[in-house]
């Protein structure tokens, strides 16, 4: 069992900045890859990015390539989503989920094992 809370999250400006953080506990952290999605009102759970159990390999969704980083802290069983150019589309909330499947960066949340609760993300214009 892991246990992932985020925290972060808030209103923002367009074009500004937001760093969400993700804190995991339980199982060994550093034995998942870990993935960011966001859900915006009326609308499904969209993957947005994903980094492999090392950090050495990440991947994003092609809407927040270029602007948003993910990065993970083994050592203090941290992951991080910096947002960079945000737009009042990124307007969501922003869930952290775990996948014990470390082979592969997965994109689909059926597929991830552990999520947080989530933390609200708002981009005014």
């Known amino acids: 069992q892991v246990q992932l809370v985020e925290s972060g999250g808030g209103l923002v400006q367009a074009g500004g900045s937001l760093r969400l953080s993700c804190a995991a506990s339980?199982?060994?952290?550093?034995?998942?890859?870990m993935g960011w999605f966001r859900q915006a009102p009326g609308k499904e759970r969209q993957f947005v990015a994903a980094?492999?159990?090392?950090?050495?390999?990440?991947y994003y969704d092609d809407s927040v390539k270029g602007r948003f980083t993910i990065s993970r802290d083994n050592d203090e069983n941290m992951v991080y989503l910096q947002m960079n150019s945000l737009k009042p589309e990124d307007t969501a909330v922003y869930y952290c989920?775990?996948?014990?499947?470390?082979?592969?960066?997965?994109?689909?949340?059926?597929?991830?094992?552990?999520w947080g609760q989530g933390t609200q993300v708002t981009v005014s214009s």
């Open positions: 980094i492999s159990w090392t950090g050495s390999r990440t």
């Open positions: 989920a775990a996948d014990q499947t470390r082979w592969t960066l997965r994109q689909t949340e059926t597929e991830y094992d552990y």
């Open positions: 339980g199982r060994t952290f550093s034995n998942y890859n």
